[in-house]
């Protein structure tokens, strides 16, 4: 295990931002991990599990501890029935790479989450959902390291308290799970209408009426291809905030005021609306703060134009929550984690 000092972390995350790591390492085995959080108690540093960097802000200080970059790869079968297929893969696995070798097997589940950056390890954390799918309902497991209590184990998907763009991971055990792998089950039938309102229309315009999960993908690659910009050339983290949840009585409020306003109608009275849609009614939509502009696409992506530190992105985020709050009274939430 060899440990870099003094790592630029700007060069590990999509949004291009923030300070240093203090040690940066690789680790391939669940050994090397072992021996990773036993060199870090020896040595009372704190340790950070980066992914592909594409769901991660780094804050202007860096981290005073030990970044650790999730390389533990794999695919394997583990069981076979004539209806579904389970998979382990490894965390450090390229998640759209994953998604392509599960569709071009004819597996269905995770087809709608295609072209997403970042790794199957990162998949779980904050629950990534896309054009329908969740990726919370295929996982069975997650076998992850327990940092605090040295040892491997299995959580089953309840476990993980998945909830939307959320789980314990990112939770109240934040920091205690190094994930190793992620076990997939996933169907052997076609994916069935209805599907996500983009990709329906995607099909009726190309002539498309043999569902598979090949098309599926090529649908939402495409989809997103227009509407989210690519991080290798605009440095983005995809959306940067959540939607937002809020209860009835503000919903009823709000629906009165602007009855264009889409909802999504979520368990116990609850309203989903799409953030991206509240930023534009602010008038930012296109708008550049701080050097972070607001995609002129999707209100809900902020890309990095020329911001140059966290300060920067801080200050751009809070405009926008600012702005959202005093025209609609809702909190809007950042999506990406924070270093
Ligand atoms: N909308 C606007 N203006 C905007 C953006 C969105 O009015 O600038 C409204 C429209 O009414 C649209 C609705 O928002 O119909 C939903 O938009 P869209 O389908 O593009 O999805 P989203 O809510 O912006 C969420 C996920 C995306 C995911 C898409 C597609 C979150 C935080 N984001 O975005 O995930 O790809 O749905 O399912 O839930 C990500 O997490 O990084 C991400 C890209």
Aim: one cysteine or more.
């Amino acid at each position: 295990m060899q440990l870099h000092t003094d790592i630029p972390l700007k060069n590990y995350t999509t949004m291009r931002l923030g300070g240093n790591a203090r040690f940066m390492t690789d680790i391939h085995s669940v050994d090397e991990l072992a021996s990773l959080c036993q060199h870090a108690a020896e040595h009372q540093l704190p340790i950070f599990v980066l992914g592909g960097g594409s769901n991660t802000i780094v804050r202007d200080a860096g981290f005073a501890g030990i970044v650790a970059r999730n390389r533990i790869m794999g695919y394997d079968i583990i069981d076979d029935q004539p209806g579904a297929s389970t998979i382990r893969v490894g965390a450090g696995e390229n998640w759209d790479e994953t998604v392509k070798r599960t569709v071009d097997a004819g597996l269905s589940g995770i087809e709608a989450l295609s072209a997403i950056p970042g790794t199957v390890g990162a998949s779980p954390v904050q629950n990534i959902g896309a054009y329908g799918q969740e990726v919370a309902d295929t996982i069975m497991s997650v076998d992850a390291y327990d940092m605090h209590q040295s040892q491997l184990v299995t959580l089953d998907n309840e476990a993980c308290g998945f909830a939307y763009r959320h789980s314990i991971f990112r939770g109240d055990q934040a920091g205690r799970y190094c994930i190793v792998s992620v076990t997939f089950q996933l169907s052997k039938s076609s994916p069935q209408p209805p599907f996500y309102a983009a990709v329906e229309t995607y099909f009726a315009e190309h002539n498309v009426t043999l569902f598979t999960p090949a098309a599926v993908r090529e649908a939402v690659t495409d989809i997103r291809k227009n509407k989210l910009p690519d991080p290798a050339e605009l440095p983005n983290a995809g959306s940067f905030f959540k939607n937002a949840i809020i209860d009835d009585w503000l919903y009823r409020e709000l629906i009165e005021q602007y009855p264009d306003m889409p909802s999504y109608d979520m368990p116990e009275h609850r309203h989903k609306i799409p953030t991206g849609w509240l930023i534009e009614q602010t008038g930012l939509r296109g708008q550049t703060l701080h050097g972070m502009r607001i995609h002129d696409k999707n209100a809900l992506v902020l890309i990095n134009e020329s911001a140059s530190s966290y300060e920067d992105l801080k200050n751009a985020r809070e405009a926008i929550k600012d702005a959202v709050r005093d025209k609609f009274r809702i909190d809007i939430e950042q999506e990406p984690l924070e270093l």
